[in-house]
């Protein structure tokens, strides 16, 4: 990738500083961070994720309270998961073998001045029953690989994980496979045993800070931007991607540049992807800029472009990476998907925090603001709140948050502008045109458990036939029924109904025993759909990965 030029220019800038690794997205250590930030009200960036080891560091230096039990061991796993930048953290006195586990958090490290290295297994096994849907066979996932970081000479953070993986997801995850040819989360896939899907992951980046305010981030992975349980920005439901992340975090702002190489349409069927040939690329340039405008309060502005066409070119003038990107789509004649926006977190007395986000496709004020309905009045909001201690319960936190989505929002005229990469939307799982409102409450009844429980209650709009009537943000808006006369949740209305509850024991660093039970579903005029699942899990250096869709 062209892109990699970019990342040599800014690798010269100046004498490069100490860096460190991110903690990967949905590892338990988010939920704590968020914790702190509404009870400090400290103004922690929590927007762009997965977020460094050495912020979490520095976070946990500002964290003066500690009410629980819960509390001291949350603060205690996140020092394990940042140790190499404490100072209070001892190594275990009997390592086995005098080798592996010197800290809980490695199953083998090494360290001395100049270089610094973790390794760790990845186990995931879990097997279920779906006690109503179509598949009689057991439901399971088999995850098994290994993931490295390390620092050298404090001053080039790297990492690396690869797994090799089968598993057989419940019908309703299927049927988006059936749709989409993807696998949500995952990328290229073959069939398993007939009803399963067998895939390697991988995921890798270089880490390099090149000044003290300045990160550079190569590499192959994914990112989530905004503080929700969803995200109608950028979410980690799709694959990863080829990517040049730069973080400026200087005062009061943080400015985050993400470059990544997407896939636009990939070829294959029930037996899996193809493998024969390269698949299509595009691009997408995002900025995202926030501002601590309050101790407690911070603004966000953000701005994508996805663009491509069938010579794959990249457009040398998105890799500006503080230039207004609708100016240059309009200079370049307006073919390519420009999102912009703004999301906000606003921290309310030490024990809530709101926050939202606007997703602006496209807008003609004359049109927003009548009553004919046109079809590219294309936004989308989000609105939740956060609860920790409710009721001055202590360790109970619940969350709720609305979504809305008009339909044609995502879509362009082709794969190549859609916002879209392998298949799968780049924001939201549910694509467009819906609406939908999450409830979840987590306990914490003892130190080690974390109990949690989640409502999805939505509303869809489904395509009909071949015409698009805004949910599948891959068919082009060309296939449209009507200009005008475009209400949300138009086409064949589908209702979903998902609950879905998660008991974690975690008996060992980042090693839980998980047990779940979900009861989703899903009913329209012409579809009736139900699952009723128990399961459990044994995961060890692999966040849960939520199929709450």
Same mark, same amino acid.
Request: no cysteine; net charge negative; proline share 3%.
């Given at each position: 990738?062209?892109? +990699?030029?970019?990342?040599?220019?800014?690798?010269?800038?100046?004498?490069?500083?100490?860096?460190?690794?991110? @903690?990967?997205?949905?590892?338990?250590?988010?939920?704590?961070?968020?914790?702190?930030?509404?009870?400090?009200?400290?103004?922690?960036?929590?927007?762009?994720?997965?977020?460094?080891?050495?912020?979490?560091?520095?976070?946990?230096?500002?964290?003066?309270?500690?009410?629980?039990?819960? !509390?001291?061991?949350?603060?205690?796993?996140?020092?394990?998961?940042?140790?190499?930048?404490?100072? $209070?953290?001892?190594?275990?006195?009997?390592?086995?073998?005098?080798?592996?586990?010197?800290?809980?958090?490695?199953?083998? $490290?090494? $360290?001395?001045?100049?270089?610094?290295?973790?390794?760790?297994?990845?186990?995931?096994?879990?097997?279920?029953?779906?006690?109503?849907?179509?598949?009689?066979?057991?439901?399971?996932?088999?995850?098994?690989?290994?993931?490295?970081?390390?620092?050298?000479?404090?001053?080039?953070?790297?990492?690396?994980?690869?797994?090799?993986?089968?598993?057989?997801?419940?019908?309703?995850?299927?049927?988006?496979?059936?749709? +989409?040819?993807?696998?949500?989360?995952?990328?290229?896939?073959?069939?398993?045993?007939?009803?399963?899907?067998?895939?390697?992951?991988?995921?890798?980046? @270089?880490?390099?800070?090149? +000044?003290?305010?300045?990160?550079?981030?190569?590499?192959?992975?994914?990112?989530?931007?905004?503080?929700?349980?969803?995200?109608?920005?950028?979410?980690?439901?799709?694959?990863?991607?080829?990517?040049?992340?730069?973080?400026?975090?200087?005062?009061?702002?943080?400015?985050?540049? @993400?470059?990544?190489?997407?896939?636009?349409?990939?070829?294959?069927?029930?037996?899996?992807?193809?493998?024969?040939?390269?698949?299509?690329?595009?691009?997408?340039?995002?900025?995202?800029?926030?501002?601590?405008?309050? %101790?407690?309060?911070?603004?966000?502005?953000?701005?994508?472009?996805?663009?491509?066409? $069938?010579?794959?070119?990249?457009?040398?003038?998105?890799?500006?990476?503080?230039?207004?990107?609708?100016?240059?789509?309009?200079?370049?004649?307006?073919? !390519?998907?420009?999102?912009?926006?703004?999301?906000?977190?606003?921290?309310?007395?030490?024990?809530?925090?709101?926050?939202?986000?606007?997703?602006?496709?496209?807008?003609?004020?004359?049109?927003?603001?009548?009553?004919?309905?046109?079809?590219?009045?294309?936004?989308?909001?989000?609105?939740?709140?956060?609860?920790?201690?409710?009721?001055?319960?202590?360790?109970?936190?619940?969350?709720?948050?609305?979504?809305?989505?008009?339909?044609?929002?995502? +879509?362009?005229?082709?794969?190549?502008?859609?916002?879209?990469?392998?298949?799968?939307?780049?924001?939201? %799982?549910?694509?467009?045109?819906?609406?939908?409102?999450?409830?979840?409450?987590?306990?914490?009844?003892?130190?080690?458990?974390?109990?949690?429980?989640?409502?999805?209650?939505?509303?869809?709009?489904?395509?009909?036939?071949?015409?698009?009537?805004?949910?599948?943000?891959?068919?082009?808006?060309?296939?449209?029924?009507?200009?005008?006369?475009?209400?949300?949740?138009?086409?064949?209305?589908?209702?979903?109904?998902?609950?879905?509850?998660?008991?974690?024991?975690?008996?060992?660093?980042?090693?839980?025993?998980?047990?779940?039970?979900?009861?989703?579903?899903?009913?329209?005029?012409?579809?009736?759909?139900?699952?009723?699942?128990?399961?459990?899990?044994?995961?060890?250096?692999?966040?849960?990965?939520?199929?709450?869709?």
């Amino acid at each position: 990738m062209r892109i +990699t030029l970019t990342l040599v220019l800014v690798l010269t800038l100046s004498e490069l500083s100490a860096q460190s690794t991110d @903690i990967p997205l949905n590892s338990w250590a988010y939920p704590v961070l968020d914790e702190w930030d509404v009870k400090s009200e400290s103004g922690v960036f929590t927007e762009i994720k997965p977020i460094s080891r050495r912020y979490f560091a520095e976070k946990l230096k500002e964290t003066s309270w500690v009410e629980t039990k819960a !509390d001291l061991f949350d603060k205690q796993y996140v020092l394990q998961e940042t140790h190499e930048f404490q100072d $209070s953290v001892a190594a275990l006195p009997n390592p086995l073998f005098n080798t592996f586990f010197k800290y809980p958090a490695d199953f083998y $490290s090494y $360290s001395d001045k100049d270089f610094d290295l973790h390794v760790n297994p990845v186990v995931v096994l879990g097997a279920a029953k779906d006690q109503q849907g179509r598949l009689d066979e057991l439901l399971f996932e088999n995850y098994r690989g290994l993931e490295l970081r390390g620092t050298i000479d404090d001053k080039v953070s790297f990492y690396t994980m690869l797994t090799e993986n089968q598993a057989r997801y419940a019908d309703y995850v299927q049927d988006v496979t059936d749709t +989409t040819i993807a696998v949500p989360y995952e990328g290229f896939w073959k069939q398993y045993e007939t009803t399963g899907v067998d895939f390697l992951r991988a995921q890798a980046y @270089i880490d390099i800070n090149a +000044t003290k305010h300045i990160s550079a981030q190569f590499g192959y992975g994914k990112h989530f931007i905004g503080d929700g349980r969803r995200s109608l920005i950028l979410s980690d439901v799709g694959n990863n991607y080829p990517y040049l992340r730069l973080n400026t975090r200087i005062w009061k702002i943080q400015y985050t540049n @993400i470059f990544a190489q997407l896939v636009g349409e990939t070829q294959g069927g029930d037996f899996g992807l193809l493998g024969t040939g390269s698949f299509t690329k595009k691009y997408l340039a995002n900025h995202h800029l926030s501002v601590k405008v309050l %101790p407690n309060l911070t603004v966000g502005l953000f701005e994508s472009v996805i663009y491509g066409d $069938s010579t794959q070119n990249l457009k040398v003038e998105y890799l500006n990476p503080i230039i207004f990107y609708r100016s240059l789509e309009q200079q370049d004649g307006s073919s !390519d998907n420009v999102l912009l926006g703004l999301d906000f977190k606003w921290n309310l007395f030490h024990t809530m925090s709101l926050y939202g986000q606007l997703v602006i496709d496209e807008l003609i004020v004359s049109e927003a603001f009548g009553d004919s309905g046109w079809w590219g009045n294309k936004q989308a909001f989000q609105l939740g709140a956060k609860y920790f201690d409710v009721l001055g319960i202590q360790d109970l936190n619940a969350q709720v948050e609305l979504n809305r989505v008009r339909p044609y929002v995502y +879509t362009h005229e082709n794969n190549f502008t859609s916002y879209s990469h392998y298949n799968m939307a780049l924001a939201h %799982p549910l694509g467009a045109n819906f609406q939908e409102v999450l409830l979840s409450l987590n306990y914490r009844p003892f130190t080690k458990w974390r109990v949690s429980a989640d409502v999805l209650l939505a509303s869809y709009g489904d395509d009909l036939g071949s015409a698009s009537y805004g949910r599948d943000i891959m068919k082009s808006y060309n296939r449209r029924p009507s200009d005008y006369g475009v209400d949300l949740l138009q086409g064949n209305k589908t209702d979903l109904t998902m609950i879905q509850g998660k008991v974690s024991y975690q008996f060992w660093h980042n090693a839980m025993i998980d047990l779940d039970a979900i009861y989703r579903t899903e009913t329209s005029e012409t579809t009736s759909k139900e699952n009723v699942i128990l399961g459990a899990t044994l995961r060890w250096n692999f966040p849960a990965r939520s199929y709450l869709f």
